[in-house]
């Protein structure tokens, strides 16, 4: 049974910083791909960053530059780091593993930014 849980999300004002965390359980962590997307309302969700088994990333355009993403695979546990927040990073921020070409979610964690 594959589980994964967001945590690090809160409340921080513009220009601020947050760590979010990804815990894995139940998979080899290292094996599989995983990054995080995020949706607030009334907007489309939204793929943020993305990392691969060997540590190869992907980001949005729109957080180039100010969001890294990360893997522990000792830890079984990824990480968002978000700096320079902005107003428009408010969402709900889910994280998610692709195990054989099925998407696994979280069950999100809310970033507010004002």
């Known amino acids: 049974h594959v589980q994964l849980v967001e945590s690090g999300g809160g409340s921080v004002q513009a220009g601020g910083s947050l760590r979010l965390s990804c815990a894995a359980s139940?998979?080899?962590?290292?094996?599989?791909?995983m990054g995080w997307f995020r949706q607030s309302p009334g907007k489309e969700r939204e793929g943020v960053a993305a990392?691969?088994?060997?540590?190869?990333?992907a980001y949005a355009d729109s957080v180039k530059g100010r969001f890294t993403i990360s893997r522990d695979n000792a830890k079984n546990t990824g990480y968002l780091q978000m700096n320079s927040l902005k107003s428009e990073d408010t969402a709900l921020y889910y994280c998610?593993?692709?195990?054989?070409?099925?998407?696994?979610w979280g069950q999100g964690t809310q970033v507010t930014v004002s």
């Open positions: 998610y593993a692709v195990i054989s070409w099925n998407y696994h």
């Open positions: 139940g998979i080899t962590y290292s094996r599989y791909s």
């Open positions: 990392i691969d088994s060997r540590g190869g990333t």
